[in-house]
């Protein structure tokens, strides 16, 4: 029983670019989303609204939002704090992610508090969000595995993922922060959370570091979900994961899935032009299976 569609989350101009050294400008970051829309993107994570001294890539967000494309159903920013959700609002964007590690020492060196804290700061914020009518998306990373404190225990996650709910969010994004999951693991807190949290929107982000981000994608499905978040290009990683190398390429996900007869809405040539728009502007090579074996090494 897989899903007859799959609704692709882009988070390549976010996830994918937000560890890259080097600035890109913001004009490129601009061309890369509009081609990723025309492509037949429909969500996607635009930028981060995070202090510009932690992730000085990020620090554009405000003319990226104001600069992104007509047509989009979701334009998506991260916001890790009451500032950031605060800067959020002066902006057109209607659609926010928090994001909160299961595992504290993760949080900590990303956030700079612990998951408690986080939680405590983020529930009010997202009564206010919800309030205005903000679509609010919870962004939970180290789900499975943490590079500080190694396994993380699946009854954790599932209470974080609960204590989101209970607050009010719209969405759930399971991450693998570190591509440490397997398909086994990944199947078995997607049937929990299926069963417990029926009425939220719940969406896979794997990482392919360990090159298990499709099975693990087979397994969600085999488990009920039909939302993944991937990464044009492969590109991609969190700055304080020490490990976290790209996510799951968008163009490998769509490859497999139209190849199974699930349809995703996206043009994998569009795909391919919008990688490369971006790719003299980022530090590292394409590692795509799809992009190797179509476009070149
Ligand atoms: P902090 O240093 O504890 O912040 O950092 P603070 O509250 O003490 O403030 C210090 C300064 O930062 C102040 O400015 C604040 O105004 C400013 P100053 O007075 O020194 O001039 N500040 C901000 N500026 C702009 N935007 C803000 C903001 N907040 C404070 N929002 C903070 C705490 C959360 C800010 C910092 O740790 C941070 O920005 N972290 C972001 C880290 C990040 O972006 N990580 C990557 C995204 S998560 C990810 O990739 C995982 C995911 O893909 C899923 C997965 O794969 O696991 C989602
Ligand atoms: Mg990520």
């Known amino acids: 029983n897989l899903p007859g569609n799959v609704t692709i989350i882009e988070v390549g101009p976010r996830d994918g670019l937000q560890n890259e050294k080097g600035f890109i400008p913001t004009e490129v970051k601009k061309q890369f989303i509009g081609a990723l829309r025309d492509a037949g993107i429909w969500e996607m994570e635009l930028t981060s609204f995070v202090s510009p001294k932690w992730v000085p890539q990020m620090a554009d967000a405000a003319e990226i939002v104001s600069g992104s494309p007509e047509g989009l159903l979701r334009s998506i920013v991260l916001a890790p704090n009451k500032k950031g959700i605060e800067r959020v609002q002066e902006t057109s964007c209607k659609a926010v992610a928090v994001f909160v590690g299961v595992s504290n020492t993760f949080n900590k060196k990303n956030i700079n508090k612990t998951t408690a804290e986080s939680m405590d700061e983020l529930r009010p914020l997202i009564g206010e969000l919800k309030a205005k009518g903000y679509f609010v998306r919870a962004c939970i990373s180290t789900a499975w595995h943490c590079p500080y404190e190694g396994k993380i225990s699946e009854e954790d996650t599932l209470r974080l993922c609960s204590d989101f709910a209970e607050s009010g ?78 996510n799951v390429a968008t163009e490998d996900v769509v490859y497999m899935l139209e190849r199974m007869g699930i349809e995703t809405g996206i043009s994998l040539e569009k795909l391919m032009g919008a990688v490369e728009l971006v790719r003299p502007h980022v530090s590292r090579s394409i590692e795509s299976m799809y992009y190797k074996m179509h476009i070149g090494a």
């Open 169 to 246: 969010v719209d969405e759930l994004s399971v991450a693998d922060t570190i591509g440490m999951a397997v398909p086994t693991e990944a199947y078995s807190l997607f049937a929990k959370l299926k069963a417990c949290l029926p009425e939220i929107l719940l969406t896979a982000h794997f990482h392919d570091t360990r090159k298990l981000a499709l099975a693990n994608i087979l397994a969600s499905m085999q488990a009920g979900i039909d939302r993944f978040d991937s990464s044009a290009g492969g590109l991609g990683g969190c700055p304080f994961a020490p490990g976290a190398t790209g």
